[in-house]
C-alpha cells in the first residue's frame, strides 16, 4: 500500500472506526470520507486559494480535508476577526464561514507551487499578511513524527481543546486522523462543565493545552477530578514554568496518566522536540530531545557562554519559507534548516534547555508575538507605542489622543490575546535613551494609569463581598476559589455590574485579573441580570405581597427553593476538589441558618409567633403542628436540611467521582428520587408534616438538574419532567403555571436585559431575599390595613438589614482565617446565647 499524500487519502482505510465525537453525534471514518468526497465537488474545481474560517465543529472539518483532497491551498483563520489584510494581500478564490462556500470568482486566480498546502499565520496576532508556507510532505512527517512519540493509538480519543486555526490545534488533529484515533470536537472551554461531561462521556484519553491552559486547571481542581481513561496529556505553545510542570508530571504518575513537555514553532508545521515523561520531573526546565526524524544543534557564533548559541532545526517538517504576498505562492522550499529564534544549551544528558530569546518575540496564550511588528500595526492605526512583555502580559506606552482603554484593546485585537493580557497607558512623549534609541526599560516599569481594569479596585470589592483583606487577594483567583457561594454571588454580581458596566458570561470562574470594564457602547444598552437574580428577586415579592393580602400569587418560595437548587450546582458542585466542596457547602449552610436561627431567638423573646422547635430549624419534623405560626418558615427548613444531607451524600468518595462524571445524570437521578417521594411510591410512612419538608426536594433536584443540563435535549427534559409534576401539585392551576414559568426563564432564558435602575433593584432585593423572608411576617402586620405599605416596608427592612449585617461581618472579620476561626469560636458562643433564649422563652410562657 502505497503512503497517503493527504489525510484524506487514509480516511476510508480506517473503515468503521470511529473518527469524530460531538455532544450530537459520532461519524466512522468511513462516514466522515463521505461527507469530505461530498465537500471536494462544492469547493470547486481547478487549484484554489481557499480561506477556511474555522470552529472546533464537524463542518470546518469536513471542509478542511476536502480542501486538502481536492489539492487546494488552504489559510485557516479564526472566526470572527478581521481578515482584510490576508484577504487584500492573497485575494482568495473561495472562502468558507458559517454562511457556506462562496467563491469569489469562477476559475482559480492563482499559480501556486505543487507541493504547497497549508498557509498559516507565524502567530495569528498581529494582522500581517506575512505566512507561513507548509507542504504535504511536512504536514505528513510532523503528524508521523508526533504520533510515534505520542504513541498514538487507534483507541485514543483527543479533545480539541485548541483551534483548528492554530498549528498545534491542527497537529492533533493530523496525527490522531492519521492513526485512526478518533476526536472529540467541541469549542468549549476546559473552564466548563460541558467540556469534562463530554470528556468523559466519550472516555477521552488525551488533552492538549498551553501554558494559560494549565493555569485554568489549576484552578478548577483538575486534581481532583475522575478521568479514568485519561491517558496523556500534552503542553506546548509557550514555557510552562518548571515548577508548575513537575506539578503536573507528579499528578500524572500518581493518577495514571503522563505529561509531554513539547517545543515547537508553526515554522516547523508543529513540534520539533519533546521532554519524554519519565524526565518531566528532574529536568522541568527542558524541552527535551529531537522528534523523530529532526534534529537539534547549537550555532555558538554568538558572545553566549557555557556553549550557549542559536538553536538550529533540521527536518522534513521544516516550512517551505514565508509568504508576504500573493506572488510567493508559486516559491519552492527556500530553506533546509530553522533557525528558531531561542538561544539555547545542550546539557550532558543530551537533552536541550532555552535559556533567552535572540529576538523581540513573546509568547502568550499560545501565540508568537513579534512585539516590533505589533509597534508596526499599531503605528498603522496613527498609535506611536513601545511594547514590552511583563509577567506575562503585553505593556503598551502609547503617545496618542485616544485613551488608554481604547489603546489597550486595539492592541489586544492586533496581538489577538484577551484584553486582560494588556496594560496600556498614554504618555505625552514616548521614553527614549540618550542615544534616542526606545527606553524599553521605562516602559516596563509600574505605571498607575493602565487601560485595563483597576485591579486594587475589584480587589476592594471582592474583598467587602467576601470578607477579605484586599491585599491578600490573588488576582488569578476567580470568586469561587476565593470561597464565593450563591448567597455572596449576589451582591458580588450586583457590585461588578456597577464597576465593569457588564457581566461577562461565567464571571464567578475567572481570575480577577480578566474582569475587564464594558465599552461605553455596551454600557448604553442598559444592564444585564442573570435570570436565577430576577426570579429571586420577584419571587420574594411575590411571598410578601400574598402574605401581606396585597395580590394572591402563589408559588414564590417553590420558585426560590428551585433557584436555590441551580446555585447549589453552579457553585456547590464546581469541579473542585472535594474537601473544598464539601467546605462551601457547609459555610453555605451557615450563611443560611445561623441567621435565621438569630431572628428567631429574637421573635422567640418579643412575640408569640415561634416555638422552641424552630430554633433547631425543625418545627415540620417535630412539631408542633397545631400553631397558626409554626410553619411560616417551612423554605428556610426545607432547604437547610436538604443541603444538611447532600453535603453527607459529597463527603462519600463515590458519589463524589459520579457527580464528576456524570453531573447531569446524577443531578437527574435526584431528581427522579425527589419525583418518588412527590407521588410517594417509597413508602417511608412518615407523618404529613415530616413529610412536607421532604415533598417539596423535588423542586430543589429540579434546579439543581437545569443548571447541569447542557444540551438542547437535556433541557427539554426537566422542563418536560417539571411540567409533568407540577400537574395537580397545588390543586392550583394558576399557581402551577406561575412556577412552571418561572423555572422555563432559569431553563431557557440565562440572563436578562434591563434598564439600569431595575437592575439595581432586583440585585437589592435579591440579596436581600433571606433576610426579608425572615423578618417580613414580623413587619408587615404593623401596618393594619395598608398591605401595599406594609410590604413596601417588610423589603425595605430586609435590605437595610441585609447591609447593617454585611457592614458588621466587614468590621469583624478580616481575613479568611479569622472568618473560619471566628467561626468556629462564635458558633459555640452562639449556641449558649440560644440554648438561654429558649429558656427564657420557656419560662415565659
Not at 439595581?760 to 440579596?767: D, F
Amino acid at each position: 500500500m502505497s503512503p497517503p499524500t493527504t489525510l484524506a487519502d487514509c480516511l476510508r482505510a480506517h473503515g468503521d472506526r470511529v473518527a469524530v465525537y460531538t455532544a450530537t453525534e459520532q461519524l466512522s471514518y468511513q462516514t466522515l470520507a463521505d461527507r469530505v468526497a461530498g465537500t471536494v465537488t462544492a469547493l470547486g474545481t481547478g487549484r484554489r486559494l481557499v480561506l477556511l474560517e474555522t470552529h472546533n465543529d464537524t463542518d470546518t472539518l469536513v471542509q478542511y480535508l476536502g480542501a486538502l483532497a481536492a489539492g487546494h491551498v488552504v489559510i485557516p483563520v479564526a472566526a470572527g476577526r478581521d481578515h482584510a489584510a490576508i484577504m487584500a494581500t492573497y485575494d482568495p478564490d473561495t472562502v468558507v464561514d458559517t454562511a457556506g462556500v462562496r467563491h469569489r470568482r469562477r476559475e482559480p486566480g492563482h499559480r501556486m507551487h505543487e507541493d504547497l498546502t497549508l498557509l498559516l499565520s507565524t502567530s495569528g496576532s498581529t494582522g500581517s499578511p506575512k505566512l507561513v508556507r507548509l507542504s504535504r510532505a511536512n504536514l505528513l512527517s510532523n503528524a508521523a513524527a508526533i504520533a510515534e512519540y505520542l504513541d498514538i493509538r487507534e483507541t485514543d480519543r483527543a479533545a480539541t481543546t485548541l483551534p483548528m486555526s492554530y498549528c498545534y490545534g491542527l497537529s492533533v488533529v493530523h496525527s490522531h486522523l492519521l492513526h485512526g484515533a478518533s476526536l472529540i470536537l467541541t469549542e468549549s472551554s476546559v473552564l466548563d462543565d460541558e467540556f469534562w461531561s463530554l470528556f468523559r462521556r466519550h472516555r477521552g484519553t488525551s488533552l492538549a493545552g498551553v501554558p494559560h491552559t494549565f493555569d485554568l486547571l489549576d484552578r478548577i481542581g483538575f486534581d481532583a477530578m475522575d478521568l479514568p481513561h485519561l491517558r496523556y496529556v500534552t503542553q506546548a505553545g509557550g514555557r510552562m514554568p518548571p515548577e508548575q510542570v513537575k506539578d503536573f508530571a507528579t499528578l500524572g504518575r500518581r493518577r495514571g496518566w503522563q505529561l509531554f513537555v513539547m517545543y515547537g514553532a508553526t515554522e516547523a508545521t508543529a513540534r520539533m522536540a519533546y521532554l519524554p515523561p519519565d524526565l518531566a520531573e528532574s529536568h522541568p526546565n527542558s524541552i527535551g530531545r529531537p522528534i523523530p526524524g529532526g534534529s537539534l544543534s547549537i550555532d555558538t557564533s554568538g558572545d553566549w557562554p557555557d556553549g550557549a548559541g542559536h538553536l538550529v532545526y533540521r527536518g522534513p517538517n521544516v516550512m517551505m519559507g514565508y509568504a508576504h504576498q500573493a506572488s510567493d505562492l508559486t516559491l519552492g522550499p527556500t530553506l533546509d534548516e530553522l533557525r528558531t529564534g531561542d538561544i539555547a544549551r545542550r546539557c550532558t544528558d543530551g537533552l536541550y534547555e532555552i535559556i533567552g530569546r535572540s529576538g523581540r518575540f513573546v509568547k502568550l496564550y499560545g501565540l508568537r508575538i513579534d512585539l516590533q511588528q505589533l509597534e508596526g500595526t499599531l503605528s498603522l492605526h496613527g498609535v506611536d507605542a513601545l511594547c514590552v512583555e511583563t509577567d506575562g502580559t503585553i505593556t503598551v506606552a502609547a503617545a496618542t489622543s485616544r485613551s488608554a482603554e481604547a489603546v489597550q484593546q486595539l492592541t489586544a485585537d492586533a496581538a489577538g490575546v484577551p484584553t486582560a493580557a494588556v496594560r496600556a497607558t498614554v504618555v505625552d512623549e514616548l521614553p527614549r535613551l540618550a542615544s534616542g534609541k526606545p527606553d524599553y526599560h521605562a516602559v516596563r516599569a509600574p505605571t498607575a494609569s493602565d487601560g485595563g481594569a483597576d485591579t486594587s479596585e475589584l480587589r476592594v470589592v471582592f474583598g467587602e463581598v467576601l470578607h477579605l483583606d484586599p491585599a491578600t487577594i490573588d488576582t488569578d483567583a476567580s470568586f469561587v476559589d476565593l470561597g464565593g457561594n450563591s448567597l455572596s454571588y449576589v451582591a458580588m454580581s450586583v457590585r461588578l455590574e456597577r464597576a465593569l458596566g457588564r457581566l461577562p458570561t461565567r464571571w464567578h470562574l475567572m481570575p480577577l485579573r480578566d474582569l475587564q470594564p464594558a465599552t461605553a457602547l455596551r454600557r448604553r444598552w442598559g444592564s444585564i441580570v442573570e435570570t436565577s437574580v430576577a426570579l429571586r428577586a420577584a419571587a420574594i415579592v411575590l411571598i410578601v405581597g400574598s402574605h401581606a393580602d396585597l395580590f394572591k400569587l402563589w408559588g414564590g418560595a417553590h420558585l426560590l427553593l428551585g433557584v436555590a437548587g441551580y446555585n447549589f450546582g453552579r457553585f456547590c458542585l464546581t469541579p473542585v476538589p472535594r474537601h473544598q466542596r464539601v467546605r462551601h457547602l457547609r459555610t453555605t449552610i451557615a450563611w443560611i441558618a445561623f441567621p435565621s436561627i438569630a431572628w428567631i431567638a429574637v421573635a422567640l423573646v418579643l412575640t408569640d409567633d415561634y416555638q422552641a422547635s424552630n430554633l433547631l430549624l425543625a418545627n415540620k419534623i417535630l412539631g408542633p403542628s397545631d400553631s397558626m405560626t409554626a410553619g411560616r418558615l417551612w423554605f428556610v427548613e426545607v432547604l437547610v436540611w436538604i443541603l444538611v444531607a447532600l453535603t453527607a451524600v459529597c463527603c462519600l468518595p463515590a458519589a463524589d467521582r459520579w457527580e464528576r462524571y456524570r453531573p447531569f445524570g446524577f443531578s437527574a437521578a435526584f431528581l427522579v428520587f425527589g419525583l418518588a417521594l412527590r407521588y410517594d411510591l417509597l413508602g417511608f410512612g412518615l407523618g404529613r408534616e415530616a413529610w412536607f419538608t421532604v415533598l417539596a426536594f423535588w423542586f430543589f433536584a429540579a434546579g439543581w438538574a437545569a443548571a447541569k443540563a447542557i444540551t438542547v435535549r437535556q433541557r427539554v427534559a426537566v422542563t418536560a419532567v417539571l411540567a409533568v409534576g407540577l400537574v395537580g401539585y397545588f390543586g392550583d392551576p394558576h399557581r402551577e403555571a406561575l412556577v412552571l414559568a418561572g423555572f422555563a426563564l432559569l431553563i431557557w432564558l440565562p440572563a436578562l436585559r434591563c434598564p439600569a435602575p431595575v437592575a439595581a433593584i432586583c440585585g437589592a432585593l435579591a440579596e436581600a431575599s433571606l433576610q426579608i423572608y425572615l423578618t417580613h411576617y414580623q413587619v408587615y402586620p404593623l401596618f393594619g390595613g395598608h398591605p401595599a405599605i406594609g410590604v413596601f416596608a417588610s423589603l425595605a427592612v430586609g435590605v437595610v438589614l441585609t447591609h447593617l449585617v454585611t457592614a458588621a461581618r466587614a468590621r469583624l472579620v478580616g481575613g479568611r482565617k479569622t472568618v473560619h476561626n471566628g467561626l468556629l469560636s462564635g458558633c459555640c458562643k452562639f449556641g449558649h446565647g440560644i440554648l438561654s433564649v429558649a429558656r427564657r422563652a420557656s419560662r415565659r410562657r
